[in-house]
T-cell receptor, first 114, second 112 residues
């Protein structure tokens, strides 16, 4: 089955700096890669996603890049703010018989210091 | 639009008791997922349904866990008997046809 590795496990930045979180996946059939943000006491919330026919997608201060050849994708947050502090999860979705099933990375705890 | 609704939000029970967690997916969504989150194991998919039919329950830890979806707007996850190692946050998520999953607020379960 699919395996998703996420790095780093913790990331500490100063307000205004950029943050980058990287994930690799194992199943070349995976075709959808969402990123979730989870704040304390809440469920994961989708912040951005990318599909295998696109190399990069941007939404204001966040962007995601995908390299299908290398089987890795990354989340980029620019001009970080204290409210960006949370746990971020990447995930990969494979088609075929696993349709509908997401495999999550282990999460990155992002702390943005004012 | 209401999101995914879960109840209860918190549950404290004693070992050996039956626990039932409830989920109402987003109206019109045809996939429903149950996850468990712990510090040690992260987010684990337990089971998921498509059009009320269980598709993959390979993540269900053992026979003490069971899940049902009697109709498109309601699902339950039951643990009987509960054990302290079942303590975790349980999330329900739903999606429409494709792959974008929307999570509920979770149920924090503590088994003493």
């Amino acid at each position: 089955g699919e395996n998703v590795e996420q790095h780093p496990s913790t990331l500490s930045v100063q307000e205004g700096d950029s943050a980058v979180i990287k994930c690799t996946y194992s199943d070349s059939a995976s075709n959808y890669f969402p990123w979730y943000k989870q704040e304390l006491g809440k469920g994961p919330q989708l912040i951005i996603d990318i599909r295998s026919n696109v190399g990069e997608k941007k939404d204001q201060r966040i962007a995601v890049t995908l390299n299908k050849t290398a089987k890795h994708f990354s989340l980029h947050i620019t001009e970080t703010q204290p409210e960006d502090s949370a746990v971020y999860f990447c995930a990969a979705h494979a088609g075929g018989t696993s349709y509908g099933k997401l495999t999550f990375g282990q999460g990155t705890i992002l702390t943005v210091h004012p | 639009d209401a999101g995914v609704i879960q109840s209860p939000r918190h549950e404290v029970t004693e070992m050996g008791q039956e626990v039932t967690l409830r989920c109402k997916p987003i109206s019109g969504h045809d996939y429903l997922f149950w996850y468990r989150q712990t510090m040690m194991r992260g987010l684990e998919l337990l089971i998921y349904f498509n059009n009320n039919v269980p598709i993959d329950d390979s993540g269900m830890p053992e026979d003490r866990f069971s899940a049902k979806m009697p109709n498109a707007s309601f699902s339950t996850l039951k643990i009987q008997p509960s054990e302290p190692r079942d303590s975790a946050v349980y999330f329900c998520a739903s999606s429409l046809v494709s792959d974008t999953q929307y999570f509920g607020p979770g149920t924090r379960l503590t088994v003493l």
